[in-house]
């Protein structure tokens, strides 16, 4: 009996196929594991190389630099000048409620950055900046009267910075520079505003008077003056007078107009009509 000839063999396409696969995957992988280990660091920043979650003491400048994948990581910290707008509230030495409006610029030193990173961590801000700020302006006003806030405002804001850095220099390790620091406005109560108010109504009503009564001493002086020039001109003249009697008769006929009058009358009552 003949034996029935074989089936042919189809190629192992699947086999080939799938090792293109894996290759793929391996190249991707690769790929994943090689930009992990990239670290592009911007201007202005700095990164803090940790190997396992532990801060290892390596900065990382601007630029391009490597790390070893997943063992390390980098946490970016901003070395250039931020800025940040808060208010803070408190008592002046009169005991009126103030708001005060401020604006801070400020900078992490870049050779501070391992340690403010490793003592307080990126949330600097909220543990160490915002506390510092509340209490040095509180710590400033309460030296000062609320006027005094108002007509010493430089003096205020050179209080408050000097606090302000004093304290953070303390807290964070002298990591933080405040580089300005500036009073935006102060916000009192609606009755000290009522109160300043009528404080300044009432000075321009007194300086209106004063500078009135000024003016009405001023020209009674002025009058003074000149019944004075016009008693001493009378006296001139009539001193004038006594030593020249004649003096009526040339004044009499400076003034005459060369005509006579048309009626003279005597003691009788007698009125003769004269001729022109």
Do not use: C
């Not at 630029?63 to 000048?81: C, H, N, R, Y």
């Not at 309460?142 to 007509?151: G, K, M, S, Y």
């Not at 040339?250 to 005509?259: A, D």
């Amino acid at each position: 009996m003949k034996k029935p000839d074989p089936l042919p063999m189809e190629p192992a396409r699947p086999v080939v196929r799938a090792r293109h696969i894996g290759l793929v995957i391996g190249v991707i992988i690769l790929l994943v594991i090689a930009a992990q280990a990239i670290v592009i660091i911007e201007p202005g920043e700095r990164g803090i190389l940790l190997q396992w979650g532990r801060v290892t003491g390596t900065v990382f400048n601007e630029g391009l630099s490597f790390k070893f994948p997943i063992a390390e990581t980098v946490d970016v910290m901003d070395v250039k000048t931020l800025k940040l707008e808060t208010e803070a509230s408190a008592a002046s030495k009169d005991l009126q409620i103030v708001t005060s409006t401020i604006a801070l610029n400020f900078r992490v030193k870049p050779e501070s950055a391992i340690w403010l990173r490793q003592n307080i961590g990126l949330d600097y801000q909220f543990k160490v900046i915002d506390p510092a700020i509340q209490e040095s302006i509180k710590a400033a006003t309460a030296q000062f009267t609320a006027e005094e806030l108002i007509t010493k405002r430089p003096v205020v804001r050179e209080q408050m910075k000097l606090n302000l850095q004093e304290k953070l220099s303390t807290l964070s390790g002298n990591s933080i520079f405040v580089e300005d620091f500036n009073i935006i406005n102060f916000d009192f109560s609606d009755e000290f505003n009522r109160a300043i108010e009528s404080k300044v109504t009432a000075e321009q009503l007194a300086l209106k008077a004063e500078r009135d009564l000024e003016r009405i001493k001023t020209e009674a002086q002025q009058k003074i003056e000149q019944a004075k020039a016009e008693a001493e001109s009378i006296r001139i003249q009539s001193e004038a007078l006594k030593e020249n009697a004649d003096i009526l008769q040339l004044r009499w006929i400076e003034k005459w107009n060369g005509n006579l009058p048309q009626y003279l009358g005597n003691s009788e009552g007698i009125i003769l009509s004269l001729p022109k």
